[in-house]
C-alpha cells in the first residue's frame, strides 16, 4: 500500500520537475502586486499535458467512461481521475497531442488502436486550457475518445511506465456522479475536473434543476 513516508522542504535549485517563482504585475489601480507561483519544468510545446475523456463502448452495452485510480503523494490518498499524462518532444500541435494522448491511453489503461485494444476513434481536440491558475502556470488540453470493443473481447492489458501503479475503472456515464460519490466513501480522493464533467453530465440529463435552463 502506497503512503507518505515524510515531507520536507524542497529548494528551487533542488527540484527536477517544478519550480517557484514571483511574478510582479499591476492591478487596474496601477498598484504593483506580488503573486507567488510553481511552474513545470518538463514544457516541451504549447501545453505540458493532456488529459483523455475516454468513452468505451460494446455493442450490448450502455456506455462507459474509463478512469483510473493512483497514489498522489501531495494530497496523501489514491485518486480518481481521467487518464493523463506529460506531452513530449515531438508531439506539438493538434496531431501530436492525438499521438500523445493515445500513447498515455495505451499505458495506462491497455486500450489502443489493435485487436485487443479496440477500435479508437479521436473526437476531439481541445485547445489549450489552464491548469489551476490560482497557484501554477502548468495548462493541458483535453481528448475526447471513443473506444469500440466487440462483446467477446477481453480486457486489455495496460503497460504503464516504471514506477506507475495505477488501476483502471469503468463506470457507466449516465451513472458517473453516483459513482464518484461510492469512491468517496471508499476513501478516495476525486479529481476536481472529472467532478467537473460528472456535473455537466447530471445538467444534461436534468437531474439538477436545470430542466429548463438554457446552460
Known amino acids: 500500500m502506497s503512503k ?3 515531507s520536507e522542504p524542497l529548494s528551487d535549485a533542488d527540484a527536477k520537475w517544478v519550480g517557484l517563482r514571483a511574478i510582479y504585475w499591476q492591478d487596474p489601480t496601477g498598484k504593483e502586486r506580488k503573486w507567488e507561483c510553481a511552474d513545470r519544468r518538463t514544457r516541451k510545446g504549447d501545453a505540458d499535458a493532456v488529459a483523455i475523456c475516454a468513452i468505451v463502448q460494446r455493442p450490448s452495452s450502455e456506455p462507459h467512461m474509463l478512469l483510473v485510480s493512483q497514489f498522489r503523494p501531495p494530497v496523501n490518498s489514491s485518486v480518481i481521475e481521467m487518464p493523463a499524462g506529460l506531452i513530449d518532444a515531438g508531439e506539438e500541435g493538434e496531431e501530436g497531442t492525438r499521438r500523445a494522448a493515445l500513447r498515455e491511453l495505451k499505458e495506462e489503461t491497455g486500450y489502443g488502436t489493435d485487436k485487443e485494444g479496440g477500435k479508437i476513434d479521436v473526437k476531439l481536440v481541445s485547445t489549450v486550457m489552464a491548469n489551476d491558475p490560482g497557484m501554477t502556470s502548468s495548462n493541458m488540453k483535453l481528448c475526447v475518445i471513443r473506444i469500440d470493443l466487440a462483446d467477446d473481447a477481453p480486457e486489455p492489458v495496460a503497460e504503464p511506465d516504471e514506477g506507475e501503479f495505477i488501476e483502471r475503472h469503468l463506470v457507466p456515464v449516465h451513472g458517473l456522479m453516483n459513482a ?3 469512491f468517496q466513501k471508499k476513501g478516495f480522493a476525486v479529481d476536481a475536473r472529472l467532478a467537473h ?6 445538467l444534461g440529463l436534468g437531474r439538477l434543476g436545470a430542466e429548463n435552463s438554457k446552460i
Open 197 to 202: 464533467a460528472a456535473i455537466g453530465i447530471e
Open 4 to 6: 507518505v513516508l515524510r
Open 180 to 182: 464518484l460519490l461510492d
